[in-house]
């Protein structure tokens, strides 16, 4: 499938906007700003800083979880884990032209994601991901041919445990996008591992 313009198939998530000054201009066409844990002035901050810095580079901004604060900087996409979905302002949120992302592990999460009409749905975690503590501890890529017969033309992001290497796998088995944490953050050289990535996912 074609996917939608704003979105492209390589997906980094970061927890902090030095990493988007640091690698954004190397060619990063979708990012997720993931800012957990501080001061709402701090999120706020760090939310407005990320649109600058993806302005600035032609790179469409997700940001995770603060709809609120997104709305209120101007952003026009967001990413809700399901938690954050039960709680979130859906009409609002629609009202303000949001673009919205769900994250999802069981069929009841897809039922209650397709629900809300997403633009996209992420599912994972594919392989074990030292990221954060979950109660799924891997889907397999098995599990992104399932979800992708179910969810049609709506874009599907694999998630958790990615790198280079596993990535082809993961577009074979029905993932039109690939989001990738802690393979770049973690690496001894993260500037390269982003051309890399690029190189896989825009053959």
Known sequence: MSLPSRLDRFYPIFDHTDWLERLLPLGIKLVQLRAKDLPENETRSQIRRAKQLCDDNGTQLIVNDYWELAIDEGCDFIHLGQ????DADLETIRKHGLKLGVSTHDPDELDRALAVNPD??????IYP????KMKWHQQGVEKLTEWKSQIGNV???G???MSVERAPGVFAAGADIVSVVTD???N?????RVKEWISVTRP
């Open 129 to 132: 991901t030292i990221l954060k």
């Open 188 to 192: 001894d050289d993260p500037e390269k």
């Open 155 to 157: 874009p599907l992001v």
């Open 159 to 161: 998630i958790g445990g």
């Open 184 to 186: 770049i953050t973690l």
């Open 83 to 86: 938690e954050d979905l039960e």
């Open 120 to 125: 996209y749905v992420a599912l994972g975690p």
